[in-house]
Structures are given as structure tokens and as C-alpha cells.
């Protein structure tokens, strides 16, 4: 029988994501609410969570720290059974966190990228 471990990589995955939106919301996200066609006055109210961007870029980067060091931890580690045990398994949160570091890398340097294209 498989057993969840306490600590999973879902975790500081998902951690991470949510708070690499929080870091763009200063820059990417009235972007994106505007392509999408909402619009109004709050939008530029969103730049004032500017202060906060390195808060959750520290955030950010202990989440998916969190999660690599679960990912990438010996199998010797993980107790048999569990889920960190199953190779199988190990690859696909592998590849889920690839795309989530690659995705939040994206809202996380927008404040570089989106003065070339807006």
C-alpha cells in the first residue's frame, strides 16, 4: 500500500506559484487584466503592492526551494512505500515543478520584459 508523506512537494509548488503572483501584481497583472479587456481605475491601484514584490520574491524562492530539496533527496530518505519512494511519481512532480519554477520566473522578472512590449 502507498502511504502520502506528511511533507509533500504539491505543497511549496503550489506555495510558490501563488506567491510569484503575488510578486507580479505590480507589474504583470494590470498587463494581463487589461489584454483581457477588464479595465477601470482599481487596476492601477495594483502598482501599490509594489513595496512588497521582495517579501514574495523571498517567499518564492524558499517554496520552490522547499520542493527541489524534496524532489531531488536520495530515495535512501524516503520511507518505502511512500510516495517519494516511486520513481514514477518522482518524475512527474519533477516535471510539474519545472514548469511552475519556469512559470513563476515569467510573472517574477515581468517588470523587465513588459515595458518592451506594452
Given amino acids: 500500500m502507498v502511504t502520502m ?3 509533500s ?8 506559484v501563488f ?3 503575488g510578486a507580479s501584481l505590480c507589474c504583470v497583472m494590470p498587463l494581463v ?9 482599481w487596476v492601477g491601484t495594483l502598482t ?13 524562492a524558499i ?5 527541489g530539496f524534496q524532489l531531488y533527496r536520495p530515495v535512501k530518505s524516503c520511507r518505502p512505500g511512500s510516495v517519494c519512494a ?18 513563476s520566473l515569467v510573472l517574477v522578472t515581468g517588470i523587465y520584459w513588459i515595458p518592451w512590449i506594452a
Fill in 48 to 60: 501599490e503592492m509594489r513595496p512588497y514584490t521582495p517579501y514574495f520574491l523571498v517567499v518564492v
Fill in 86 to 103: 516511486i520513481p514514477r511519481t518522482r518524475q512527474r512532480y519533477r516535471v510539474v515543478f519545472w514548469i511552475a519554477v519556469l512559470f
Fill in 33 to 41: 487584466l487589461v489584454l483581457l479587456g477588464i479595465g477601470g481605475t
Fill in 19 to 21: 506567491a510569484a503572483i
Fill in 63 to 67: 517554496m520552490f526551494s522547499w520542493a
Fill in 5 to 7: 508523506e506528511k511533507a
Fill in 9 to 16: 512537494p504539491a505543497v511549496p509548488l503550489i506555495g510558490g
